[in-house]
DNA sequence: TGCCACATACCGACTGGTTAGTCTGTGAGG
DNA sequence: CCTCACAGACTAACCAGTCGGTATGTGGCA
């Protein structure tokens, strides 16, 4: 061979192997769902072999639980900021509810993949993932209840099943919003944010 | 061999085969997923062979898409039906919303194989459902649109939206729904209609 | 400065196992 | 004797993961 063969063409910054691999698993587990993506595939749009994958891989489910890792503590991050801040309960549950839709707008292709691949990770993989899932809502239901004791939510509903009602809409987000539909992301994160509340009010 | 094999043990009425091996595939499939699922282990639960399967159906993606066509059809009767009555539209909406609760509980398999497996389907059959899918939603949101215009509920969020809204919730509902747990279906189905209409409220 | 030792970061052919769907057969009933 | 309703062995394809190999870099030492 005498060229410097499949490294870059260019010298433009490439990010490094495991980001890559991960996007392009990202995109095509969204796509086609985790068991209809080979890793062959997968190898192949982030432009590597096999022997790459499995050097910073353990598995094609690894490659899964790392997404999984990925969303989780984005959300959990942006909730415990929205949710310790110090404005009033009612403004603080506003802002999470409509942070965590603009955020699953944002990486839809996680939203997909979270809410359909749960049952291919591994029973322990999955075990964690729901743990990790647990702490977050119980962090929003905490800002419910709050709220509810403070009198400024109605108490008709269990503080539960309102996060289940809201995180029911957000899971469901992948299945209809599509980018450059005739409502943006903040707009659409407004309207169900206001929904939430409105069902809330005393 | 001497005995009369694997047809029945008993005289006990026994289902005719393609509907145990409905029944059977949408167990499994709900279980572990379709892909995980092997036509293997769908006709030894049902207790026939491979014969028999493909003798009824054409692929295991039109097993699939029988499962769909089922629920389809349930939903839509049923939401006809609550529609059309002659009461008042947000007692047509608040019997519609909570029936299709209740209904999801009663088939929380055929709910959990709904909104996970659409993307195993073929092209063409994918195409099928979403229309069957769209004129249900339609339908509903219908109701919320007549609503609006009576002026009994808000028209602060697009009907679409509301309907995605609600939707959302009984979609997830097999995500967190457990049998046995300490709501009824009939409670889970008031709450979440409450919460619908509540956030209705002009 | 030159050379060796070793590690990291991959490459890609190969293996063992699985699977959807096919096809030839067969018994029962009309 | 013909058709329906299956049985079950077989095939062709696919795929996750393995493994032996290679290229590049780096530190130590003479």
Redesign the pocket.
């Known amino acids: 061979m005498t060229s410097p063969a499949?490294q870059r063409q260019d010298d433009a910054p490439t990010q490094?192997?495991p980001q890559r691999l991960l996007a392009a698993a990202t995109r095509l587990f969204a796509d086609r769902g985790y068991d209809r993506?080979?890793?062959?595939e997968i190898v192949e749009a982030a432009g590597?072999?096999?022997?790459?994958l499995?050097?910073y891989f353990g598995?094609?489910?690894d490659l899964l639980h790392e997404i999984y890792g990925r969303v989780l503590r984005l959300q959990q991050e942006r909730l415990d900021a929205f949710a310790s801040s110090d404005a009033p309960v009612e403004r603080r549950l506003r802002d999470a509810a409509a942070d965590v839709v603009v955020t699953t707008i944002d990486n839809l292709d996680d939203a997909s993949i979270f809410f359909r691949s749960m049952h291919q990770l591994s029973e322990d993989k999955q075990k964690q993932v729901r743990s990790e899932r647990r702490r977050y809502h119980e962090r929003f239901r905490a800002l419910i209840e709050e709220g509810q004791q403070a009198g400024v939510f109605s108490t008709a509903t269990p503080a539960d099943l309102v996060v289940d009602y809201h995180f029911g809409s957000v899971h469901h987000l992948s299945t209809w919003y599509r980018p450059g539909g005739r409502m943006t992301p903040q707009e659409v994160a407004d309207h169900l944010a206001d929904l939430l509340l409105r069902a809330l009010r005393p």
Do not use: F, I, L, R
């Not at 993506?37 to 062959?40: A, I």
């Not at 590597?48 to 790459?52: S, Y």
């Open positions: 499949n490094p192997v993506t080979s890793v062959q590597v072999t096999k022997g790459a499995y050097h598995s094609k489910d």
